[in-house]
């Protein structure tokens, strides 16, 4: 099979040693030849429909629907041609805001999956280890059967309820709402290890954890730097955006990878930093900027809390130290450290290769503390701009399909199950006896949060008494999720092996279904893709997008809201799950579950976003201005697009939506703001409230702590609300006042519901209180081991105990020599089972493989396209073809993480369902990667860990 070779300047010149010609890999993936764009290509009868429909005398009407792309969260707009029902044609929206008429080859292959022969198509269980038909009633009920056994012998939280990045943002609320009344809070999904940390390390630095500008906003920097992000291949359309800022404002980007990626062929300058070493390489820049004084001195002085304890710390950073831990020399920090003082507003863009790391959230509150030590947050062109990898990745995790949280980051207080029940229209005593009643250090498992994703594994693994739940998960609910994804895929195998149930909802059956040696046990359900289905995504700059139903469902596959339905009621909570959603036939009414989480995601302004309004929104793509997102004139005159949130108040209210956070410079009412006061008013006798900063228009002229009750009295401003909604308001707070009373006044008054604050250069409550460079638990470099040790061994964090020091201190350096590292590949997305299932995607890019430096290649003994086993420092071991290039250092080799369906040299084909095996198989990297988890999120390391590789011998 032909291994598709990237074309860079670093590129080794043997390309053509590799592989298969395209008929062969079209015969041995039993796709029918005859050239790319042959019918035979797409799922058949489709095809044929859409043919006759075009020869038909009289032609069968065109209807042009809308919908957002199903891939990363740029949030593209498509305009779908539907004929007969059956989707006939795309074309990417050139009156969009965000794509405007552009094109990944992932969005131009979108139609294929709405299409796609290689789905799932009807419900299928695995009995003695062959897959059967079972009808949609007899899966239920079995899967059902099964469960309510073991909640009765083990507890709800032996059920694990694994959520989705593809769930749209209805479907995200309903599912966490569904997890809180079967009564766990063992529910996650994707963001846990792909920004889990940004939201961490962002939230605790000014209030909220979402990119703080937009794509969009990017036309309006003079600087750029890229950390751990490779946006020419995982958002390839934000690369216009990027382009915009370079050609309008020769704006100078700095790409800072272990790698030269295809961003880092657009930049000015190319920085290779040493995999693991971002704080240090953060604290470098801030060394020259604090040392030449281009520091923002009256920004820090209004806006920001702790810098001095940052600059104490950066002082332990001199270039020769930053140069031994990163491999950065002097002249290249401080040029780039200039480049960024010299040219503001800048801002940062970062990725998974910034927070997939045991120090994920030391780096992430590093990256913020350089925009605020630059005065580069709350302005255009400035900021840090996070771009998320799924199309509703920000969604859901705003939604709550998180393990620690209820929706709107409510937590899991008392106050927060009371605040979210009254929503509900549920008594809380209900809620709270639905969950186990156990008391584990001094938590009840309602307030504690549960077991991460990440962690799954060793929720089965791990012994009983060791952990703060009454049993081990012995059922895992694949709900929208690859598997191949996460570490540890040795264990994870047997982990698999233990469950007494496992369930996958997908469109695919996914690595999860073939990667285990069950024989009974597993059951297949066959949800929709988004496009048989219609509601609102969070595209990564917070807007919210309506998707249009394109086509009904295909074959026997089902929604995923009617999937919750059908679950729930075989379970026994459906009627207060749906208590104020109507359900027609089996299926809850989208617009329904949209105004009830209006009705409480208060806290970052999710309320004001009705159904009608996102509508509107979409069927005025055309209005609004490509760059502030502004509506220009027309029925969306100066609102912004998506109203990203905060969207304060209620939807009458009528706010604009926040395109920038914290900015100061526009009145609250038209979207400004201001940082946000959530970590009290002052800490040690020193203030934490902002001085002499206010936004535009604000009536208090300095910092406030944020709304309640009793501020609105003492400011004699409650007599502004309502009679009734006084009596809502009473002894509530901006964020559990459900009728929106006390935000309305705060912004009448120009201020900002949520406080006026400064920003937080330290965080007290992390282990780390000022960002530390801590050596990864698995470094080659073990002289820096001792000097900058990682955390000792922690007996709880998400119920499980985590090791640290334990693993650091072994030294597998000399069996293990290579620094291993993972990302993406522009053909394919996540676990990569929809895109490698495409037929247009799969014939780019055939083959897994791993890139190693010529030097070690030639010292090992392999050539580029020969086969080699990759084996891990825990292990495991992949069998994939060598990619002999220059784009690694020397001691280093990287992995896409994209692929599945081998499994340490052996092809798992045959255990797929007949007929849905992907196009493209392939060993998945994380089988080879390590145990490492970020003492904050629990997020895993992906970027860095050690392995040795050998040539393969036939």
């Not at 140069?323 to 010299?342: H, I, N, P, W």
């Amino acid at each position: 099979m032909r291994l598709t070779k990237r074309s860079d300047k670093t590129q080794s010149s043997s390309a053509n040693t590799l592989g298969l010609s395209r008929r062969k890999f079209l015969k041995n993936t039993g796709i029918t030849t005859g050239g790319l764009a042959a019918a035979g290509f797409m799922a058949p009868g489709m095809m044929k429909k859409a043919e006759a429909a075009k020869t038909a005398p009289h032609g069968a009407p065109v209807e042009v629907k809308r919908t957002i792309c199903s891939h990363c969260s740029v949030g593209c707009g498509i305009y779908a041609e539907v004929q007969n029902g059956v989707w006939t044609g795309q074309e990417p929206a050139f009156d969009h805001p965000f794509n405007l008429g552009g094109h990944c080859a992932k969005g131009a292959a979108l139609r294929e999956h709405g299409h796609g022969d290689r789905r799932l198509k009807y419900p299928m269980k695995l009995v003695n280890g062959k897959w059967q038909k079972v009808s949609w009633d007899q899966a239920i009920d079995e899967i059902g059967d099964q469960m309510l056994k073991i909640r009765e012998q083990s507890g709800p939280d032996s059920v694990y309820w694994l959520g989705s990045a593809k769930f749209s943002n209805e479907q995200a609320y309903l599912f966490r709402k569904y997890a809180a009344l079967w009564g766990t809070n063992n529910v996650d999904h994707q963001a846990r290890i792909c920004h889990s940390t940004t939201v961490a390390g962002v939230a605790n630095t000014w209030g909220y954890g979402a990119m703080t500008n937009s794509f969009n906003d990017i036309h309006n920097c003079k600087s750029i730097i890229l950390i751990g992000s490779n946006p020419a291949e995982a958002h390839p359309v934000s690369l216009q955006h990027i382009f915009r800022a370079k050609e309008r404002n020769k704006a100078h980007i700095i790409c800072v990878d272990p790698r030269f990626t295809r961003t880092a062929a657009h930049a000015n300058e190319f920085i290779r930093i040493r995999p693991g070493s971002d704080v240090a390489f953060i604290w470098g820049l801030l060394w020259h900027i604090f040392a030449n004084g281009w520091e923002d001195k009256e920004f820090i002085k209004q806006r920001v809390y702790g810098m001095d304890e940052v600059k104490a710390e950066v002082a332990n950073w001199p270039p020769a130290e930053v140069e031994s831990v990163t491999g950065v020399s002097e002249e290249q920090m401080r040029r780039a450290a200039k480049e960024l003082a010299e040219n503001r507003p800048g801002t940062v863009i970062w990725c998974m290769g910034g927070t997939q790391h045991t120090t994920g959230n030391n780096n992430t509150r590093a990256y913020c503390i350089l925009m605020l030590a630059l005065g580069n947050m709350g302005k255009a062109g400035g900021g840090t701009n996070i771009f998320r990898g799924h199309d509703n990745v920000q969604g859901a995790t705003d939604l709550g399909v998180l393990s620690h949280t209820l929706p709107g980051y409510y937590g899991l207080s008392d106050g927060a199950w009371k605040h979210w029940s009254k929503v509900w229209d549920l008594d809380f005593d209900w809620v709270q006896s639905r969950f186990d009643q156990t008391i584990y250090r001094k938590l009840k498992p309602m307030n504690n949060a549960g077991i991460p994703v990440s962690r799954w594994v060793d929720g089965v693994l791990e012994q009983t008494d060791r952990m703060d739940q009454k049993d081990n998960i012995r059922a895992m609910v694949y709900w929208g999720h690859a598997v191949n994804s996460q570490t540890r895929g040795v264990e994870m195998k047997k982990a698999m092996e233990k469950l007494d149930l496992m369930v996958i909802v997908d469109p695919y059956p996914t690595h999860a279904a073939v990667m285990h040696d069950k024989k009974d046990g597993v059951y297949l359900l066959p949800a929709t893709t988004q496009f048989e289905t219609y509601g609102s995504v969070t595209a990564s700059n917070r807007s919210m997008q309506w998707r249009d139903k394109i086509v009904e469902p295909l074959f026997e596959s089902k929604p995923d809201h009617v999937i919750m339905y059908k679950f729930a009621k075989k379970l026994g909570f459906d009627n207060q799950l749906f208590k104020n959603i109507e359900v027609k036939g089996d299926e809850p009414v989208i617009e329904d579950i949209t105004r009830e989480f209006n009705k409480g995601m208060w806290t970052i302004g999710y309320t004001g976003q009705s159904p009608e309004r996102l509508k509107l929104h979409q069927q005025n793509w055309h209005t609004f201005n490509d760059t502030t997102l502004k509506g220009e004139g027309g029925p969306l005159n100066n609102e912004y697009y998506g109203m990203p949130w905060p969207c304060w108040g209620t939807p009458e209210m009528g706010h604009p939506g926040t395109p920038i956070l914290y900015d100061t410079s526009k009145p609250v009412a038209e979207g400004g703001l201001t940082f946000r006061a959530r970590f009290g008013v002052e800490r040690d006798g020193v203030s934490l409230l902002a001085n002499g900063s206010f936004s535009k228009g604000s009536e208090i002229k300095d910092g406030y702590p944020e709304f309640n009750d009793a501020l609105l009295k003492k400011l004699g401003w409650w007599d502004d609300l309502t009679t009734e909604e006084k009596a809502a308001a009473e002894g509530k707070n901006w964020k559990t006042d459900l009728s929106g009373g006390i935000q309305r006044v705060a912004i009448k008054h120009g201020c900002a519901p949520f406080g006026n604050a400064k920003a937080r250069a330290v965080v007290w409550t992390f282990p780390d209180k000022v960002p530390l460079h801590r050596e990864p638990l698995y470094s080659s470099r073990r002289d820096l081991v001792s000097k900058y040790p990682t955390w000792d061994d922690a007996e709880s964090m998400y119920r499980l105990p985590t090791l640290y020091k334990s693993i650091q201190d072994k030294d597998v350096s000399n069996e293990y020599p290579m620094t291993l590292t993972s990302g993406r590949l522009v053909e394919y997305e996540g676990g990569g089972e929809e895109t490698r299932s495409n037929p247009w995607l799969a014939e780019l890019q055939q083959e897994m493989f791993v890139e190693v430096n010529p030097a070690d290649a030639n010292t090992i003994g392999f050539k580029d396209g020969e086969d080699v086993w990759v084996t891990g420092a825990e292990g495991g071991r992949i069998k994939v073809k060598a990619l002999v290039t220059r784009r690694v250092d020397p001691g280093v080799a990287f992995l896409p993480f994209h692929f599945g369906g081998k499994f340490q040299g052996k092809d798992l084909t045959d255990k797929y369902p007949e007929g849905a095996a992907p196009y493209v198989v392939g060993e998945a990297a994380n089988t080879a990667m390590t145990y490492g988890y970020d003492p904050v999120t629990n997020m895993q390391e992906t970027k860095v860990s050690l392995c040795k590789i050998e040539k393969a011998t036939a």
